[in-house]
């Protein structure tokens, strides 16, 4: 069983930033793959960022790259989103799920565990 909690969100102006943090307990986050979705009020949850297992690949979603870095810290069990250059499109609650088999990392359905989420918001 791994617990997920984020942190990290909160209200920032165009062009700031923000780093959400992803604290894993359980199992070590080195033990599994990584990944970070968002959803926007009336949207489906989209796919963000994921880190592979070994912490060698990452994926980005079109929409971020370039601007959003996923990164894990295997001595605090935390996986961070750093996040730059934020739009108002960017404006979702951010999830961090872990997945413990294969499968693509775009799809939410690969994912096993999921955090609650946190909110950020990114004014005009």
């Known amino acids: 069983q791994v617990q997920l909690v984020e942190s990290g969100g909160g209200l920032v102006q165009a062009g700031g930033s923000l780093r959400l943090s992803c604290a894993a307990s359980?199992?070590?986050?080195?033990?599994?793959?990584m990944g970070w979705f968002r959803q926007a009020p009336g949207k489906e949850r989209e796919f963000v960022a994921a880190?592979?297992?070994?912490?060698?690949?990452?994926y980005y979603a079109t929409s971020v790259k370039g601007r959003f870095t996923i990164s894990r810290d295997n001595a605090k069990n935390t996986v961070y989103l750093q996040m730059n250059s934020l739009k108002p499109e960017d404006t979702a609650v951010y999830y961090c799920?872990?997945?413990?088999?294969?499968?693509?990392?775009?799809?939410?359905?690969?994912?096993?565990?999921w955090g609650q989420g946190t909110q950020v918001t990114v004014s005009s």
């Open positions: 359980g199992r070590t986050s080195s033990s599994y793959g």
């Open positions: 799920a872990a997945r413990m088999n294969g499968g693509g990392y775009v799809s939410e359905l690969n994912y096993d565990y």
């Open positions: 880190l592979t297992r070994g912490g060698s690949g990452t």
